[in-house]
């Protein structure tokens, strides 16, 4: 079945930094790939997503972009502020009808101040 | 608008003892339903999902199982907990049809002892 793993497992930078998680993914029929974040004792919840159609996607300072051939996609975060400070999971969805998400093992981002 | 409701937020339950962890959906009809595990500092292990009434498939064999007796209502449930069945536990919804964000409820905090 799908795998996902994810790099790297901690991340801390300086307020104003940028940062990048990469993933890398083993089923190449995978063609979903959602970010989510994760507050202390919360639920995930999304933050962006891209589809196998499509390279790259932004929305104002995260961006996400995707490497079919090398079945690989990362998350980007610029001007990080402390608020970003969380758990980020990627993930990945099979072609079929069940939507079944296979997760990461998460990073967890602290911005300092 | 849809929602999803988990129950109880949090939950202290003896080695031997039963679980049974509820979800329900509201304002869909038909949609995928999963059972997620997150040890701590752990990534999101999927344990089970459906695509209909009755029809469940299990991701990881262990001291789990689940049902789907209405087309609303998910339920994780276990005849003896073990220690290792300690986590947070979430439930995860999506349309049907698969390849779309998956909404999570707010988890339960099981803490066997």
């Known amino acids: 079945g799908e795998n996902v793993e994810q790099h790297p497992s901690t991340l801390s930078v300086q307020e104003g930094d940028s940062a990048v998680i990469k993933c890398t993914y083993s089923?190449?029929?995978?063609?979903?790939f959602p970010w989510y974040k994760q507050e202390l004792g919360k639920r995930p919840q999304l933050i962006i997503d891209i589809r196998s159609n499509v390279g790259e996607k932004k929305d104002q300072r995260i961006a996400v972009t995707l490497n079919k051939t090398a079945k690989h996609f990362s998350l980007h975060i610029t001007e990080t502020q402390p608020e970003d400070s969380a758990v980020y999971f990627c993930?990945?969805?099979?072609?079929?009808?069940?939507?079944?998400?296979?997760f990461g093992q998460g990073t967890t981002l602290q911005v300092k101040p | 608008s849809q929602t999803i409701h988990q129950w109880p937020a949090t939950l202290v339950q003896p080695v031997g003892s039963p679980l049974s962890l509820e979800c329900t959906v509201e304002g869909t009809s038909n949609p995928n339903l999963y059972w997620y595990r997150q040890a701590a500092g752990r990534g999101l292990q999927l344990l089970f999902y459906?695509?209909?009434?009755?029809?469940i498939s299990s991701e990881v064999p262990q001291n789990l199982s689940a049902s789907r007796p209405q087309d609303r209502q998910f339920i994780l449930s276990s005849k003896k907990l073990l220690l290792s069945d300690s986590g947070f536990y979430l439930c995860a919804w999506s349309v049907v049809g698969g390849n779309t964000e998956a909404f999570f409820g707010q988890g339960t905090r099981l803490t066997v002892v």
């Open positions: 993930a990945a969805s099979l072609t079929s009808n069940t939507g079944k998400l296979i």
């Open positions: 459906s695509v209909g009434i009755g029809q």
């Open positions: 089923d190449s029929a995978s063609n979903y």
